[in-house]
């Protein structure tokens, strides 16, 4: 089992930047990927950012050039830099891991972008 604790949500102006945490419970070094989903109200939930444990990464169209995603695998921890935010990435962000086995999710976090 691997419990995913997230941090770093909050509400922020359009245009402004925030960094989303998320520390697993053992060692990140047999995760396949980690990474970040988001849900909006209503909608479904959607890929935001990924990272492989060879060090690749995947992002959504709509996010790249403006969001990050990074590992560091001696904190077990996966980052999610954000910058120049808009009104549409409001949404619940979540956590994801995946090893060979099983997929996990972390509890969400919220992030707000006021106009």
């Known amino acids: 089992q691997v419990q995913l604790v997230e941090s770093g949500g909050g509400l922020v102006q359009a245009g402004g930047s925030l960094r989303l945490s998320c520390a697993a419970s053992?060692?990140?070094?047999?995760?396949?990927?980690m990474g970040w989903y988001r849900q909006a109200p209503g909608k479904q939930r959607e890929l935001v950012a990924t990272?492989?444990?060879?060090?690749?990464?995947n992002y959504a169209d709509s996010v790249k050039g403006r969001f990050t995603v990074s590992r560091d695998n001696a904190k077990n921890t996966v980052y999610l830099q954000m910058n120049s935010l808009k009104p549409e990435d409001t949404a619940v962000y979540y956590c994801?891991?995946?090893?060979?086995?099983?997929?996990?999710w972390g509890q969400g976090t919220q992030v707000t972008v006021s106009s």
């Open positions: 994801n891991v995946n090893t060979v086995w099983q997929m996990y």
């Open positions: 053992r060692s990140s070094s047999g995760f396949v990927a």
């Open positions: 990272t492989t444990s060879g060090g690749s990464t």
